[in-house]
């Protein structure tokens, strides 16, 4: 099990950027995969993007495709998200999350989640 934080949400105009942290504790994080779902309210939570253990793969959701970046430093126990050309649309609750495997995720959920933080793109 890993407990995870995160922060750097907040309120960013349209087309401005944001970059989500995402920490973890205990000394197993480099044997996670990390991702990253969101819920706007009123709908489900959705996915956004999953990285591989060792950062060497990653997957995005179509809807961020080119405008979000994951990324993980495992020295730092920390996973990341930009976001960048953000849209009113992607504003929601970031919830980071971790699971001992990278595949599967669109038939199951992660094991272990953050809290959650607030992202809100104003127009």
């Known amino acids: 099990q890993v407990q995870l934080v995160e922060s750097g949400g907040g309120l960013v105009q349209a087309g401005g950027s944001l970059r989500l942290s995402c920490a973890a504790s205990g000394r197993t994080f480099s044997s996670y995969a990390m991702g990253w779902f969101r819920q706007a309210p009123g709908k489900d939570r959705e996915f956004v993007a999953r990285i591989s253990q060792s950062g060497s793969n990653s997957y995005y959701a179509d809807s961020v495709k080119g405008r979000f970046t994951i990324s993980r430093d495992n020295a730092k126990n920390t996973v990341y998200l930009q976001m960048n050309s953000l849209k009113p649309e992607d504003t929601a609750v970031y919830y980071c999350?971790?699971?001992?495997?990278?595949?599967?995720?669109?038939?199951?959920?992660?094991?272990?989640w953050g809290q959650g933080t607030q992202v809100t793109v104003s127009s």
């Open positions: 999350a971790a699971d001992p495997r990278y595949y599967g995720w669109g038939s199951r959920l992660p094991t272990d």
